[in-house]
């Protein structure tokens, strides 16, 4: 069933290419303002802005939150733009079995998929530090 849900929700795509072509099954209105030629050009314009090492491990933050939001419950439609609920379950379900580098290094993928996908962001940077220092 898992093999399932990767190939409906992901494209297979080189580890480098995992943030720009997984694409949100939900999209916000924002997406609605441009064609997706220029949609797809600013995906490929954000993503330049991380150095293709960097993309090619932050793959794993994003299959890592996706497999922690089938386990708890959380709907596709809640990945992104990610819910505040969403994002601190995810959180507090790394937290005490990772370091505090690796939980703030998953919620950093999290952020940059959102990001290269032009959707808001929907946690508070106080609750990050919170949960950082738990």
């Known amino acids: 069933m898992r093999a399932l849900w990767l190939c409906h929700l992901f494209v297979q ?5 995992w943030l ?10 924002v997406e609605a303002t441009l064609g ?3 949609e797809e050009r600013l995906r ?3 993503g330049a ?12 933050g994003l299959l890592v939150f996706h497999e922690i939001c089938d386990r708890q419950g959380i709907p596709e439609e809640q990945r992104c733009p990610a819910t505040e609920a969403a994002l601190l379950k995810f959180a507090a379900v790394l937290i005490g079995s990772y370091s505090k580098s690796l ?3 998953y919620l950093a993928r999290v952020r940059a ?3 290269i996908h032009r959707q808001p962001w929907n946690m508070q940077g106080d609750y990050t530090k919170i949960l950082l220092k738990a």
């Open 44 to 46: 490929q314009v954000f």
């Open 49 to 60: 802005a991380w150095q293709v090492s960097t993309l090619e491990t932050y793959r794993a």
């Open 36 to 38: 997706e030629d220029d």
């Open 113 to 115: 998929w959102h990001l």
């Open 20 to 29: 720009l072509k997984w694409k949100p099954v939900q999209i916000s209105n």
């Open 13 to 17: 795509c080189l580890a480098r290419e």
């Open 103 to 105: 939980v703030g290094n």
